[in-house]
C-alpha cells in the first residue's frame, strides 16, 4: 500500500502533529520514536560519495556528513514543522533568537534597511538596534502595524524584509497578516513573521501570505520547558530573482561551481542559502537531543495549546471582572480593540500569553508577583506551568520610560502565560495574590463599587488599534492605574 500523503491537506492538525514528515532517514531498526543521532559525524560510504556530499552544484544533497550541516533527528522535525506551518521547507537552530538572526542575514547585508513592528520582542528588537546596527544594517519601527499607509510611508528603497509577530508580547495587538504581507509585496520584499505566541496550531502565517515564518520552539512548539530551539520555515513561493534587492541570491556563488543560488536552487534559493551559508557557517546548530525533545513536545501541540486557549480565556474573564484590575489585554474578550482581528485569525482559541494591569501600580505588582504560589516567577512562556513576569522591570527594562508608556507597558503591568493546569487552582492563586496586591496598594483601590467604572474598559477597550492601552484619564487621580499621575 502507498505511503500516507502527510502533507495531505484534509488530514487534521493533530494527525500531522505525530505523523507529518515522518520517514524518510530510517536505519533499518525500525523505531517508533524518533531516534536520537547524537554523533558529529556521518561515515562516507567511499571517495566519490564523500566527494559527492561537498559538491553544492551537482551534489544530490541526500544523507549526512556532519551534524553542523545536518542531522537525521533535526531533520525529522524540520520536516514536521514545515507540514504544521504549511511550509516548502524548515531549519532547526539552537534558539528563537537564532531563528531571526539567521532568517534575517539570509535577507540582509551591509547598507540595507529591515523594517519591524514596534510591537517586536525586546529580544529582536534588540537584535535588529544594536547587533545589526554594527553591521551596517539599519531598523525602522511602525508603531500602529495595522496601518498600510504607516508601513508604506516608513519603506525605503533599501528595505529587504519586514518583520511582525502574530500576537505580540506582551500587550495581544495582533497583527493583521494578510495587510502587511500586501504592502511588502507590493514593493517587492518578503514578510518575516514571528509565530511564537500563536504556534501552527492557532495560526498559519504562510496561509495569510507571510513568506518566512520563525518561532522560538523553546516555547510552546516544545512546550515542556527544558530546552531552547528555534525554527525557519520558508514558503518558497517569494520570487527571489530581483538581482538588485537580492544580489548574494542571483550572483555566481563560490561554492556552487560560478552558478548562483536562484539558478541552482529556483523556489529555495533563500532558503538554501539561509541553511548552508549563513546557518552553517556562523554555526548555531541545536543539539539533535535537544531537537528530539523538541519533537516530544510538537507531537502533543495541539492537546496543550487548547488548554492553555481556554485556561486563558477564562482567566482572562475573571480578571476583568476585578476591581484591583484595570484592564486586560487579551484578543479573546469582547473588550479587547483586537477582538475582531482574534476572530478571523485565531479562531480556534487566542493562545495562553497576555497581560494585566493592576490598579496600584508598581506595588501593587511587586506584592502580586511575591505571593503567587502555583504561578511560576519566570522569564519564559508557553510552558505547561503557568508563569508571571513583571515587563517594566524586567523584559522592558532597557527601553526608555516614554518607549514603555508608548507600548502600553505601566509599572502595574504583568504578563501571564497560562499552562493547562486546573482552572479553579490558577483562579485561586490570582485571587490570593490579588488580595495581597489590594493591600500593597492601599489607598488605590476604594472597593469594588469604586473601581467597577475602569474595569475592562479602561486603557485596552477605549483606545484605537495600535495605541491599546492610552493612558485612562477618566480615571480619578486616587484610582491611577499606572502609578504615574499620583
Ligand atoms: C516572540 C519571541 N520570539 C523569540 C524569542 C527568543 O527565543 P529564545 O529565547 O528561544 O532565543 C522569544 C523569547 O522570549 C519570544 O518571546
Given amino acids: 500500500m502507498a505511503p500516507l500523503d502527510t502533507r495531505e491537506p484534509e488530514l487534521g492538525f493533530s494527525t500531522q502533529q505525530l505523523h507529518g514528515g515522518v520517514g524518510t532517514d530510517g536505519d533499518g531498526f525500525h523505531a517508533r520514536a524518533t531516534p536520537i543521532y547524537l554523533s558529529a559525524g556521518f561515515v562516507f560510504d567511499d571517495f566519490e560519495q564523500a566527494a559527492d556530499r561537498f559538491d553544492g552544484a551537482t551534489g544530490s544533497g541526500d544523507g549526512y556528513s556532519y551534524t553542523r550541516t545536518g542531522n537525521p533527528t533535526t531533520a525529522s522535525v524540520e520536516r514536521r514543522l514545515a507540514v504544521l506551518e504549511r511550509g516548502r521547507n524548515a531549519l532547526l537552530v539552537g534558539s528563537g533568537q537564532a531563528a531571526a538572526s539567521v ?9 540595507d534597511h529591515v523594517l519591524a513592528a514596534s510591537s517586536l520582542y525586546e529580544g529582536s528588537r534588540g537584535l535588529l538596534v544594536e547587533n545589526f546596527g554594527r553591521l551596517g544594517i539599519e531598523a525602522g519601527f511602525v508603531d500602529d502595524a495595522n ?36 504592502v511588502a509585496h ?19 502565517p504562510i496561509e495569510h501570505g507571510a513568506d518566512i515564518v520563525i518561532h522560538s520552539a523553546s516555547k510552546f512548539l516544545a512546550g515542556h520547558g527544558s530546552v531552547l530551539g528555534g525554527v525557519i520555515v520558508d514558503a518558497g513561493t517569494f ?31 533563500y532558503f538554501v542559502y539561509a541553511k548552508d551559508v549563513v546557518a552553517a557557517r556562523f554555526g548555531p546548530t541545536p543539539s539533535p537531543l535537544n531537537a528530539f525533545l523538541i519533537q516530544q513536545g510538537v507531537e502533543t501541540l495541539s492537546l496543550r495549546v487548547e488548554r492553555q486557549s481556554r485556561n486563558a480565556l477564562a482567566v482572562a474573564r475573571w480578571l476583568e471582572q476585578r476591581p484591583e484590575v484595570h484592564s486586560v489585554d487579551y484578543s479573546g474578550l469582547e473588550s479587547s480593540p483586537y ?14 500569553v497576555f497581560s494585566f494591569t493592576l490598579r496600584g501600580g508598581v506595588e501593587a505588582a511587586r506584592a502580586f508577583f511575591d505571593a503567587v504560589q502555583i504561578f511560576t516567577r519566570m522569564t519564559h512562556l508557553g510552558d505547561v506551568r503557568s508563569l508571571v513576569i513583571h515587563p517594566a522591570s524586567t523584559s ?24 493547562i493546569e486546573d482552572e479553579a487552582d490558577l483562579l485561586a492563586d ?54 504615574h499621575l499620583a
Fill in 339 to 352: 477582538h475582531a482581528l482574534a476572530e478571523r485569525y485565531l479562531p480556534r482559541g487566542q493562545g495562553s
Fill in 186 to 204: 507590493r514593493n517587492g520584499i518578503p514578510l518575516v513573521v514571528d509565530n511564537t505566541f500563536a504556534t501552527p496550531y492557532l495560526q498559519r
Fill in 103 to 111: 532568517a534575517l542575514l539570509g535577507l540582509l547585508q551591509a547598507g
Fill in 147 to 182: 496601518d498600510a499607509g504607516a508601513w508604506q510611508a516608513a519603506i525605503r528603497p533599501n528595505t529587504r524584509a519586514v518583520f511582525v509577530e502574530s500576537i505580540p508580547n506582551p500587550k495581544n495587538d495582533l497583527v493583521d497578516i494578510e495587510l502587511v504581507a500586501g
Fill in 239 to 269: 520570487d527571489w530573482a530581483d538581482a538588485a534587492r537580492f544580489p548574494h541570491l542571483n550572483e555566481p556563488s563560490r561554492s556552487l561551481g560560478g552558478l548562483s543560488f536562484v539558478e541552482r536552487f529556483g523556489p529555495d534559493a
Fill in 396 to 419: 522592558h527594562a532597557a527601553r526608555t520610560e516614554d518607549e514603555r508608556r508608548a507600548a502600553g507597558v505601566w509599572p502595574g503591568l504583568l504578563r501571564l502565560s497560562i499552562g
Fill in 430 to 483: 490570582l485571587e490570593r495574590a490579588l488580595r495581597v496586591a489590594a493591600a500593597a496598594g492601599a489607598g488605590a483601590v476604594d472597593g469594588a463599587g469604586a473601581a467597577a467604572g475602569g474595569s475592562g474598559d479602561g486603557a485596552g477597550a477605549g483606545a484605537a488599534p495600535g495605541n491599546g492601552a492610552a493612558l485612562d484619564t477618566s480615571a480619578p487621580a486616587a484610582l491611577d492605574p499606572i502609578g
